[in-house]
């Protein structure tokens, strides 16, 4: 008799854990199932603008105008666009902002490895203080440097000039932790076996260090190109010319001359739009390798 109660404990307490484990597996799908209703819903509201955008750019005036408002298209036209490029130089806006930007994070992308390699890799005398004051100075707001910037890009006859826009920006605080904290995880003995080999310390960064961090340069890259090309308050206060504006400026311009031609602002910001749609669409895989591995997710 005590052998039968046994074993029905012992049937008891299975079925019991098999109750416990059910229990939390349709608690993580309930989980799981919250988690991407919530992330469906955050899509949506994120894409929802982007269509409209498009989509008004491609209806004429009148169908723009009409109530209620409709995403559907009856009467698909380019006019917008092809005013766009007549009435304003926009080709010319798109090529200073191109041109700009990806100078910029083609020197964010030398520079900044250049630094994390050293902080990460090489020691030398104040090397800790001296990246606790770099990283410290992301602190500071972007505003308290605007004056300061200005006068010395002024002194150095930079104002209205592609110097003045790219210079400055050449290098960046975030660049060179961004890339110290993902070259930290390369091993020592690589650089070891590289010097042993007679490497000198450029080729041992161009030939080794280099092919390894190629998914934080995809970040950094993205992270420069997505900030540059949308810069709008330093082109404001450093340029004065029209043949100078960048997209950024021709958009205002757009805006409050042409305000109420919705489908031409809208045709403006698609093309000011494309440009890091693609860049971020060609690096994805990459820049989501580059968070997860420098830790910034966190």
């Not at 009409?66 to 130089?89: G, N, W």
């Not at 001359?257 to 809208?266: D, I, K």
């Not at 045709?267 to 749609?277: H, I, K």
């Amino acid at each position: 008799m005590s052998t039968d109660m046994g074993m029905n404990g012992i049937k008891e307490l299975e079925r019991r854990g098999t109750v416990r484990v059910t229990s939390k597996k349709q608690q993580q799908k309930t989980a799981n199932l919250l988690i991407y209703i919530f992330l469906i819903a955050g899509s949506f509201i994120m894409i929802v603008p982007f269509v409209w955008m498009i989509v008004t750019s491609f209806k004429p005036l009148d169908e723009i105008n009409t109530y209620p408002p409709s995403f559907f298209i009856r009467k698909p036209t380019i006019e917008a666009y092809l005013e766009l490029f007549r009435i304003i130089p926009m080709g010319r806006y798109f090529l200073n902002s191109l041109f700009a930007t990806t100078a910029i994070t083609l020197a964010n992308i030398f520079f900044c490895s250049l630094a994390g390699y050293a902080f990460a890799k090489h020691r030398f005398f104040g090397r800790d203080k001296l990246f606790l004051l770099l990283v410290g100075s992301m602190m500071i707001p972007w505003q308290v440097n605007l004056i300061p910037s200005f006068v010395i890009v002024k002194k150095f006859g930079w104002l209205n000039s592609f110097y003045g826009l790219i210079i400055p920006a050449m290098a960046g605080a975030f660049g060179i932790f961004l890339m110290r904290q993902f070259i930290m995880n390369i091993p020592d003995d690589l650089i070891d076996a590289a010097k042993i080999d007679g490497c000198t310390e450029f080729t041992i960064y161009r030939r080794v260090i280099l092919p390894l961090i190629q998914p934080a340069l995809a970040s950094l890259a993205i992270f420069t190109f997505m900030a540059q090309w949308n810069n709008f308050v330093w082109p404001l206060v450093i340029i004065y010319s029209s043949k100078m504006r960048t997209i950024p400026l021709a958009l205002s311009v757009l805006n409050g001359q042409f305000g109420t031609n919705f489908a031409m602002v809208m045709a403006g910001a698609v093309v000011a739009t494309a440009p890091v749609l693609i860049v971020f669409i060609a690096f994805q895989k990459y820049f989501i390798k580059g968070i997860a591995l420098t830790g910034l997710k966190a």
